[in-house]
């Protein structure tokens, strides 16, 4: 079985940087592609930021230049690092395994066939 653990979330100030980790444990890292989402209040879930069949990471443009997704294979752990952060950028973070690597918009697939994390809520504070 799957897991995936959320930790790092929690409460900045505008222009501040934090750093979220999702653990991953219980499958092949080749069978899934990872990727990270996040969810506004009232709002749809949607793609941060997620890594392709072809191993390249794919950005939201809300968040290019911003922030990064490392994935350390000797930890079995994705990061989400993020800089400069704005008001706009609090939602409920989560972290995704998508078993069929459809990036930034693969949410319907990862309900049906991948798997997500409970969720980390990141606030900016203006």
């Known amino acids: 079985q799957v897991q995936l653990v959320e930790s790092g979330g929690g409460s900045v100030q505008s222009g501040g940087s934090l750093r979220l980790s999702c653990a991953a444990s219980?499958?092949?890292?080749?069978?899934?592609?990872m990727a990270w989402f996040r969810q506004f209040a009232g709002k749809e879930r949607e793609g941060v930021a997620a890594?392709?069949?072809?191993?390249?990471?794919r950005y939201a443009e809300s968040v290019k230049g911003r922030f990064t997704i490392p994935l350390d294979n000797t930890k079995n752990t994705l990061y989400l690092l993020m800089n400069n952060l704005k008001p706009e950028d609090t939602a409920m973070y989560y972290c995704a395994a998508d078993r069929l690597c459809l990036g930034l918009g693969g949410v319907a697939s990862i309900y049906k066939s991948g798997f997500w994390g409970q969720g980390t809520q990141v606030t900016v504070a203006s």
């Open positions: 219980g499958y092949t890292s080749s069978s899934y592609c």
């Open positions: 890594f392709g069949s072809d191993g390249i990471i």
